[in-house]
C-alpha cells in the first residue's frame, strides 16, 4: 500500500465507458477519471469499440435501436471487473435500464444484468468500492456542488462526491439552497420544452451565485454544459467543471465554455 493512495491487493481491471459527450466536448473529463482510477492501483483500459449507451434512443422510446447499443456496450465491457463511467445518466443506464431490454428468456437479459451490477458511476467507485486517498496536494478553491437527478435520485449519489472533495485540503464546499434541484437540462426536455427548461435554469443559476462560490462542480457533464452555457450568456465568471477534473489536479484545463477552451 503506497503511502498516498489506497490500492487494491490485485489491480482491477476496469473498463473505462467514457460516454459520448466527454468524447466529444470535455476528453479532460476522460483523462482525469484514467489517471483517478490509476491513482486507485486500477488497471484501466478503454475500449475503442465502445458506442453511446443508448440513453438518448431509450428516452426517445426507440427501443429496438436502444437494445442494439446496449448489446455492442454489453460485448466490450462485459469482461472486465468493473466499469467505471463519470456520467450519473450513462452509469444509471447501464446498471438500472439494460436489464428491462430483454426478455427474461433472452439470453441477453442475463448479460445485462452481470455488466449492470458491475457498473459504477465514478465517485460511488471511488469512494465506496476502492476507497481512494488523494496525493497530499492543496486548492483555493470555494465550490458548490451541483447534484443531478439522475446521480441523485437515480444512483442515490450524495455522500460520495462530497467524501471525496473533503480530501483536498483548501477546497470548500458551500451548498446552495437549490443543490438538488433539476437544472432543466433533462436530455431532450430541454429541446422539447425550452422555456422551461430556461426558467428552470435561471432559477439554478440564482441558487449558484447566491453562494459566492468560485467553482461549481458536478457529476453530469450534460448538466454541466447547461449550466456553464447559461452563466456564460449572464456574463458571469463562475467557472463550472466536472469533479474529477478537481478531484485529478487538473485545473490548468480552462474550465466548460470557457471563451478559450479551444480544443479542449
Given amino acids: 500500500m503506497s503511502d498516498s493512495t489506497s490500492r487494491v491487493d490485485v489491480p482491477l481491471e476496469v473498463g473505462l465507458f467514457v460516454t459520448c459527450l466527454v468524447d466529444l466536448t470535455r476528453p479532460s473529463v476522460g483523462f482525469a477519471t484514467l489517471k483517478l482510477l490509476e491513482l486507485a492501483g486500477c488497471a484501466v483500459s478503454v475500449p475503442e469499440l465502445q458506442t453511446c449507451c443508448g440513453q438518448p434512443a431509450y428516452n426517445s422510446g426507440d427501443r429496438t435501436d436502444t437494445r442494439e447499443l446496449a448489446k455492442q456496450v454489453i460485448e466490450v465491457f462485459e469482461n472486465f471487473d468493473h466499469v467505471v463511467v463519470p456520467s450519473g445518466s450513462c452509469a444509471g443506464m447501464i446498471s438500472h435500464h439494460y436489464p428491462a431490454l430483454f426478455e427474461d428468456a433472452d439470453p441477453w437479459k442475463a448479460r445485462a444484468e452481470a455488466l449492470a451490477n458491475k457498473t459504477y458511476e465514478l465517485t460511488v467507485f471511488l469512494n465506496d468500492v476502492v476507497k481512494l486517498t488523494l496525493p497530499n496536494g492543496s486548492a483555493e478553491i470555494t465550490a458548490t456542488y451541483h447534484d443531478s437527478c439522475s446521480g441523485l435520485r437515480e444512483l442515490d449519489i450524495k455522500d460520495q462526491p462530497r467524501n ?56 453530469d457533464l450534460g448538466c454541466l454544459m ?7 450568456r449572464r456574463g458571469s465568471k463562475l467557472e463550472v467543471r466536472h469533479i474529477s477534473e478537481v478531484l485529478a489536479n487538473m485545473t490548468h484545463v480552462p474550465a466548460i465554455a470557457a471563451p478559450d477552451q479551444g480544443g479542449q
Fill in 164 to 219: 471525496l472533495m473533503s480530501k483536498i485540503a483548501g477546497l470548500r464546499v458551500v451548498e446552495g439552497e437549490q443543490a438538488e434541484v433539476c437544472c432543466g437540462f433533462g436530455g431532450l426536455f430541454c429541446v422539447k420544452y425550452p422555456d422551461i427548461s430556461e426558467s428552470m435554469l435561471d432559477q439554478k443559476i440564482d441558487d449558484l451565485l447566491q453562494t459566492k462560490a468560485n467553482m461549481v462542480l458536478g457529476g
Fill in 226 to 232: 447547461n449550466i456553464a452555457g447559461r452563466l456564460s
